[in-house]
T-cell receptor, first 111, second 114 residues
Framework: GNSVTQMEGPVTLSEEAFLTINCTYT??????LFWYVQYPGEGLQLLLK?????DKGSNKGFEATYRKETTSFHLEKGSVQVSDSAVYFC??????????FGSGTRLLVRP | DVKVTQSSRYLVKRTGEKVFLECVQD?????MFWYRQDPGLGLRLIYF???????EKGDIPEGYSVSREKKERFSLILESASTNQTSMYLC?????????????FGPGTRLLVL
């Protein structure tokens, strides 16, 4: 079946550090992949997405590349800010058009 | 901008009560969803609806029902609340079923069942 696995958090970084949050998936075919972000006290917001292999999604300095060969969609940012502190969810869109989410990774950025 | 609103941010109910969680979207979206979010488990789909008066079970429908009488409104019903239904409930909507369609989320309702 479909599933998404994310690295466990929390991830704690200093401001301006490099961020990687790992995400791997299991699915039939080639699903669309997403990263959502949840800021404290809020719902989820779409951060970026990729719909086919080798696509790179990007937004607000975050990037993720759809890697078919490693079934991965790792989230990266070159220089994190305190305002990036949030919970990040990786997700795939199944063949029945339902989103399957990972368990979420909490990021804490210290000044 | 798409707006998905949920009727309450916080709710406290007693075991055995009937609970209604309301969700409204203002973008004429066909698809609407109810999830629950629990630490370490991510989001799990409870029910979804592709159109008015249509509903389908998600991954964890037990103990829940839904109602969609109008396109913009999707209600989640806990017929008899139990303590294991204490959770964050998130509603979402989406315009269609294409592979790149974005789901838009409401702010969530944090429910405590005593």
């Amino acid at each position: 079946g479909n599933s998404v696995t994310q690295m466990e958090g929390p991830v704690t970084l200093s401001e301006e550090a490099f961020l990687t949050i790992n995400c791997t998936y299991t699915a039939t075919g080639y699903p669309s992949l997403f990263w959502y972000v949840q800021y404290p006290g809020e719902g989820l917001q779409l951060l970026l997405k990729a719909t086919k292999a080798d696509d790179k999604g990007s937004n607000k300095g975050f990037e993720a590349t759809y890697r078919k060969e490693t079934t991965s969609f790792h989230l990266e940012k070159g220089s994190v800010q305190v305002s990036d502190s949030a919970v990040y969810f990786c997700a795939l869109l199944s063949s029945s058009y339902k989103l399957i989410f990972g368990s979420g990774t909490r990021l804490l950025v210290r000044p | 901008d798409v707006k998905v609103t949920q009727s309450s941010r916080y709710l406290v109910k007693r075991t055995g009560e009937k609970v209604f969680l309301e969700c409204v979207q203002d973008m004429d979206h066909e698809n609407m969803f109810w999830y629950r979010q629990d630490p370490g488990l991510g989001l799990r789909l409870i029910y979804f609806s592709y159109d008015v008066k249509m509903k389908e079970k998600g991954d964890i429908p037990e103990g829940y029902s839904v109602s969609r009488e109008k396109k913009e409104r999707f209600s989640l019903i806990l017929e008899s609340a139990s303590t294991n239904q204490t959770s964050m409930y998130l509603c979402a909507s989406r315009t269609g079923t294409g592979p790149s369609e974005t789901q838009y989320f409401g702010p969530g309702t944090r429910l405590l069942v005593l």
